[in-house]
Every structure is written in C-alpha cells, then in structure tokens.
C-alpha cells in the first residue's frame, strides 16, 4: 500500500506550498515572535483553581526586534500551555493598544523540515518517476486551490466542479506519475469510472441520510457569509476530491498485474487474465479495508473517544449528523474504492487479450 501511503503524504506537501505560497493562499499578516525572556514563572491561583503563571518577554521578528512583555495563564483557562525560552509563536494585538496575546505556536519550520525530507525521499527512491510524481501533485494542488475552490466559493455548484476538476486532475497526475503507456491509460478510465459510481452513491445516501452539510462548526461560519451556496454538495465535492487520492493506487496496481500477466504469463484469454487478477485483487481489497479502518481510527481518535465515552445508546450516536456524515463518507468511498478493483481488471483484461 505504499501508493496510498504517498497519497496520504501528500496533505504534507500541500501544507507546505500553502505556507510558502502567499499568492495562492491569502491570509491576514501574521505576527511571529519569539520567546527571549522569562520573567517570572508561579503557580496562581485563578477563579478557586490553582494554574501556571508566566510573564514573558518576546522579540517581534517582522517588527525591527520589537519587545513585548505578555502575561499567560493570568486568566482562567482550560489548558494552560508552557511556554520555553526559544519557543516561536504567533501573537495577536488586542484592540488598537500595544496589548498582545499568544495565539499559537509557529509551526512553519517542523512543516517545512518534514516536507523536505518527504521530497527528497521521493526523488531519491523514485528517481524521475518520483519527480514527476511531485509535479503532478503540484498540478493537483494548483486546481484544488486555483479552481476548485475560488469556484466554490463564487457559488458554482460544487459537483459540477469537483467532477470537472476530477476530469483533468487524473489524466494529467496519472500520466506524470507512471507514463504515457497503455496500462496507465487503463487507469485513468477505470478511475473515471469508478468516480462517476462513487458520485451517485454518493449523492443517493447523502439525500436518504439527510446530511444538510452543517454538522461542523466551520460549515456554519462559512454559510453565514455564502447563504446561496448548497453545503449537501459541498459534502458530495469532498467525497469525490477525496477519492482521488487513493483510487491512483488501486486500479495502476490492477492494470500493472494484468499487465505482467499478460507479458509473463503469456495468458490470452479476457477470462483467464481477469480470474487470476482477481486473485490478487481480492488480497489487494481485503487488505484495504483494514488498512481503511485503522487509518479512519488514528486520525478520528477524539471523536471516537466520544462515541466510547458518551452514555447514550449507539443507535442515538450515530443518528448524530457528525457521526453520520463521517459514516457515510467513508462507506461510499470505500464502496467506490472496492469497485475499482474489478472495474480496472475488467477493462484490463479486455484491452490485453489476443
């Protein structure tokens, strides 16, 4: 599964172009600063709870070394952080006086680190497979961020978007990542395929499940300043842009196998390179769903822990939208990631035959 490893990956790689890629991604100024000085550090007590205290003394680096003095932990918090001499921050100014507040840790230099090592790694295995790969996903990041969204966001229905988008992104990422060759060909129309059924699906039990598309907190600030904008197909967008990042995986591997059937094997018959693809197909499934499982654990362990923790009954649980939608996606991606498996097969095993 290193195909679908690397595709997973690629959320790196793209963190990284948006930091350094302020004409793609505007963002408001930040303000980064550094921690140069420990004033004092105390245990207080705030609100009949005893919590740390540290008054703190940063140097504003894109402000000729400008000194501020911020006092964390003076007010009842949650979690109170510590911070260290060194530390890289993002402040906020309060109002239009000289107060600030620690808003967040910089995080820039540790992206920018692993984004390196995971390019280098790339190239370095790959060779120029690898770095045509790298251009590819540069590709799919540009229309993601050049015209997926800008498109959404101007109240373009995002089906209609995300299907179009998904119709250049695949020929041209498929072709750079493994060739122009017949068995990429193959590919790139079982893909197609198989996101067309995935896009019905998709659409079927987002209706019967009646998602309206603001279970998160995010998809209700962004209605508010978008009220025209459809957020059911917001979600179908995102079950298809997401289902492009592990069907590359799939049905290569599908049209690689027929391939090498077809060379080594000497198999001439549509039925006899299908079977014995199949076989590795089958593996090739069952291993995903587990890897499918494992992976939807780790990154949806808080929630989780909710669902665990939460004393109502499963069947109210996963009435909840959130839980739903999240159910839904991943089923009918995973519905659309099975498929693929046959599908490519099918259509390789015809275009093989003698």
Known sequence: MLLSTMSKLKVVVFLFLALISPSIVVAQEAIEAKIVKIIEEKQIEVMDSKQLYQKLELEISNRDHQKIIIENGDQPLANIIKYSLGDKVIVSQIGNDSSYVITDFVRTDGLLLLSIIFIILIVVVAKWRGLFSMLGMVFTFLVIFLFILPRIIAGDNPIFISII?????????????????K??????????????????????????????????????????????????????AGIIIGALGVLDDITISQA????????????TKTTDLYSRAMVIGKDHITSMVNTLVLAYAGVSMPLLLIFVSN???????????MIAEEIIRTLVGSIGLVLAVPITTFIAAKCYKK
Request: avoid cysteine.
């Open 256 to 267: 690689a196998i027929v391939d090498e059937l077809a060379l080594t094997a000497k198999l």
């Open 165 to 181: 988008a998904s119709i250049v992104i695949i020929p041209v990422s498929y072709y750079l990542a493994h060739g122009l060759n």
């Open 311 to 321: 004393p109502h009954p499963i069947s109210e649980i996963i009435n909840y939208e």
């Open 183 to 236: 068995k990429t060909t193959i590919a790139i129309i079982g893909s197609i395929i198989t996101l067309i059924i995935t896009s019905i699906l998709a659409s079927v039990f987002i209706n019967l499940g009646h998602l309206t598309g603001f279970s998160s907190e995010e998809a209700g600030m962004f209605s508010l300043d978008h009220q025209g904008l459809n957020m059911q197909s917001v979600i179908l």
